[in-house]
């Protein structure tokens, strides 16, 4: 099976949404996670957004980069720079992505300019996904 890593600063918003779309978009051939150089939890804001877009991440967890399970996946995506550059260095052959999208636990304002932050990184990521998707699937997979 396969193995794929979403990676950002505190796995609790981009990683986290990432990691919701990314098992229901790439099916059952790949193995899914997220993580972060840090631990700052699950942000609730992400599992609102993430509910509305019929891609629950209730379960999941913040988690530390695992090295094991870095070294054995097919792909790693970086969602920001502060990952990018703490991320472990990658064996030969694992395919490096970086999505620099901005951090929507850092927005301002309302709460309605809030959710709006996290539903574009969310809409984005979900974009991204479909696209890697066909490219590392298939057309058919979507």
Known sequence: MRRIYFLCTGNSCRSQMAEGFAKRILGP???????????????P???????EAQAPITGQTSKL??????????????????ARD???????????????LPDPAQATG??????????????????RIEALAITLNG????
């Open 45 to 51: 804001l992400a599992v609102q957004v993430m509910a």
């Open 139 to 142: 057309a058919d997979t979507l």
């Open 86 to 100: 703490r991320c472990p260095r990658l064996p030969a052959g694992v395919r490096q992505l970086h999505w620099p």
């Open 110 to 127: 309302t709460s309605t300019e809030r959710l709006a932050a996290f539903r574009a990184v969310r809409d984005d990521l979900q974009q």
């Open 29 to 43: 051939d790949w193995q899914v996670a997220s993580a972060g150089v840090e631990v700052h939890g699950v942000n």
């Open 65 to 82: 980069i695992d090295p094991d399970y870095l070294r054995q996946c097919a792909v790693v995506v970086t969602l920001c720079g502060n």
